[in-house]
């Protein structure tokens, strides 16, 4: 089975680094682009600081990557 694009869902915890690693090393394995995605299920409104809080966090996470991310996004609510 070939992936095109492969997204990761992270906590923005510590275990989230091993998650990504894992969908790297697939990543370049199958030449897929990579995404990676924070979902904040607990909040409905973000104060525009909070959001970018997160963002950078998941930013932190992406340019830590030994890959290049394609997009990264925070989202709120659930989906």
């Known amino acids: 089975m070939s992936y095109?694009?492969?997204l990761v869902a992270v906590?923005?915890?510590d275990?989230?680094?091993?998650?990504?690693?894992?969908?790297?090393s697939l990543a370049k394995d199958e030449k897929s682009k990579l995404s990676l995605v924070y979902v904040d299920v607990d909040k409905?409104?973000?104060?525009?600081?909070?959001?970018?809080?997160?963002?950078n966090?998941?930013?932190?996470?992406?340019?830590?990557?030994?890959?290049?991310?394609?997009?990264?996004?925070v989202v709120i609510g659930d989906l």
């Open 44 to 55: 409905i409104i973000l104060e525009l600081k909070e959001e970018r809080k997160l963002q």
């Open 57 to 73: 966090a998941l930013q932190k996470l992406a340019d830590e990557c030994d890959y290049e991310v394609h997009d990264s996004k």
């Open 4 to 6: 095109g694009h492969i």
């Open 15 to 24: 275990s989230s680094k091993k998650v990504i690693d894992k969908a790297v």
């Open 11 to 13: 906590d923005l915890t």
